[in-house]
């Protein structure tokens, strides 16, 4: 834990939040800057399915959740300046590995090792940041590391995507592995020699081992379920029996320990239970449905992995600007109304999304897609503050980081689950959409054959008729399988903001003689 020093001024802090703040982008961007780009990688790896390729995405997302718990312990043990030096280092040779994988079963677990060494960069990436500035800039630093929290989901698209489709999907791990090494230099020669406190943090190995068994096993299942026929796998099998008996296991043994890594007792309060449960859902629908629109206008609207990321920077609009603030607006207004609204507009929003039942829809997608980046802005800072509503000291770093673990957690399930209600739907629109087309619907109703009749007089033969209708048949299937996952999403946010009023704020309670609040550089996971 850093402690007395002379913080550093001028061009030097903006050199040193540049070098920050950028890690901290380019550890998010990892999730939906490579969404877009699976396409490409599935090809790479040895000709798998996308569904396949999507596994290195989620399991990257799990290995970042799994990461921020070693922040606290590292930064205790030897200091934020050799934490954020040598965790940047690693993480450029993480990501030289990732490159080199020529295997989706080699890919998805060196991704997952690349995200534990980003989960915990970019919690001490955003502690050592804050922590820098005096106390009088603290708000305008909170404000830049809100509106930088946007990125990942809006420039991290597009150039993803330009990369991809210019270069190589492997360029961004060289992309990454210079940034790694250039913070790392920077950060080594901004602050060697800096001061710090020896601090011995406890860590629950036990638990922790629980939770990683626990996280891994279930997004197995929801992962692979689709290309492995579900529980008729005996792989993911296991995976279930695992999570019926380490789940009871890890609540058990984290309700007794001392220092454990799930503060388990905190749920008791409504505010932290509804707070995380609004975090974790909220990510689920809104990360899980970008990065299925990310792939699926790629592979079912034929959009070029550019064209797709330009789609996302329409959200900058609306979303960098109100990001800087919403930690304020949340501050100062009931943060329930705040969660109510945010969910009832993501609603709103999804539905209009889910509403989009023809190609030439998505040729109008700017339009909501701004209003889409009113949500992602508006969705992190609210629920935090529900959830650390009332806490102080300890308690209140520790549900922060705790909520940031749920929050990244709910993103890595909402990717694969998403894909499942698009992988789940789509045939049965097919079949719907056959029996309506050829007469079994509706017996005096038959368009199929006046439609086939229609192309052959066009010079068409018969079996390119055929092969036409039934790619039109699996394209709007498709189509109709993602507003299914559209509209599922807008039902639950809608849920979620009524369940918010569930929650009781708590007033704060009385500081014991000696306590202080949580230092600036701690506040780390409650905003985002």
């Not at 550093?8 to 990892?30: F, P, R, W």
């Not at 989009?356 to 992190?380: E, M, Q, R, W």
Request: proline share 4%; net charge positive; charged share 10%.
């Amino acid at each position: 834990m850093i402690v007395s020093f002379d913080r550093l001024v001028g061009g030097k802090l903006l050199l040193l939040l540049g070098a920050l703040g950028i890690g901290y982008v380019d550890v998010l961007s990892n999730v939906s800057g490579h969404s877009v780009l699976t396409p490409y990688s599935a090809g790479s790896l040895e000709g798998v399915t996308p569904s396949f390729a999507a596994w290195g995405t989620t399991f990257y997302l799990i290995g970042v959740a799994l990461g921020v718990p070693f922040a606290r312990v590292l930064s205790g043990r030897f200091g934020e300046y050799r934490v954020l030096t040598f965790g940047y280092f690693c993480y450029a040779i993480a990501s030289l590995i990732c490159v080199s994988s020529e295997s989706v079963f080699m890919y998805a677990p060196t991704r997952f090792v690349f995200g534990v060494f980003g989960g915990f960069l970019a919690v001490v990436s955003q502690s050592a940041a804050l922590g820098e500035l005096p106390e009088k800039q603290y708000k305008i630093g909170l404000g830049y590391w809100a509106a930088l929290g946007i990125l990942p989901y809006t420039l991290a698209v597009f150039l993803g995507g330009f990369w991809a489709e210019y270069f190589s999907w492997r360029w961004l791990f060289y992309a990454n592995a210079t940034l790694g090494v250039l913070i790392s230099a920077i950060i080594g020669a901004l602050l060697y020699g800096r001061e710090y406190k020896r601090k011995i943090v406890r860590f629950d190995a036990v638990g922790y081992v629980l939770l990683v068994i626990t996280l891994i096993a279930m997004q197995m299942m929801l992962s692979l379920g689709n290309d492995f026929d579900w529980f008729g796998s005996p792989l993911l099998s296991l995976a279930l029996f695992t999570v019926i008996f380490s789940l009871p296991l890890f609540i058990i043994w984290e309700w007794g320990e001392r220092h454990p890594i799930v503060d388990v007792r905190l749920f008791s309060r409504s505010s932290y239970a509804i707070g995380v449960l609004s975090g974790f859902l909220g990510f689920f629908v809104i990360q899980g449905l970008m990065s299925l629109l990310s792939v699926q206008l790629q592979l079912l609207l034929g959009y070029t992995s550019s064209l797709a990321g330009h789609v996302y920077l329409a959200m900058m609009v609306a979303g960098l600007p109100l990001a800087g603030f919403m930690y304020e607006i949340s501050k100062k207004l009931d943060v329930r109304f705040v969660i109510c609204m945010m969910c009832m507009c993501s609603s709103v929003v999804l539905t209009w999304l889910g509403l989009f039942d023809k190609n030439a829809s998505y040729d109008t997608l700017t339009i909501p897609v701004v209003f889409l980046g009113f949500c992602v802005a508006a969705l992190s800072a609210p629920t935090s503050t529900l959830a650390t509503y009332g806490l102080s000291g300890p308690a209140y770093k520790r549900a922060a980081e705790e909520f940031l673990l749920f929050r990244l957690v709910g993103g890595a399930f909402g990717i694969a689950f998403q894909s499942v209600i698009y992988f789940r739907r789509t045939p049965w629109h097919q079949l719907n959409l056959s029996e309506y087309l050829g007469g079994r619907r509706f017996a005096s109703l038959d368009t199929l054959a006046a439609l086939t009749q229609q192309l052959q007089s066009l010079g068409v033969s018969e079996s390119v008729t055929r092969r036409v209708i039934a790619r039109a048949i699996r394209q709007q299937a498709g189509i109709l399988a993602m507003d299914d996952a559209f509209l599922l999403g807008a039902v639950i946010m809608f849920l979620l903001g009524v369940v918010v009023w569930f929650a009781k704020l708590q007033k704060h309670p009385a500081k014991p003689a000696g306590a202080s609040a949580p230092p600036p550089g701690q506040t780390m996971a409650a905003e985002h």
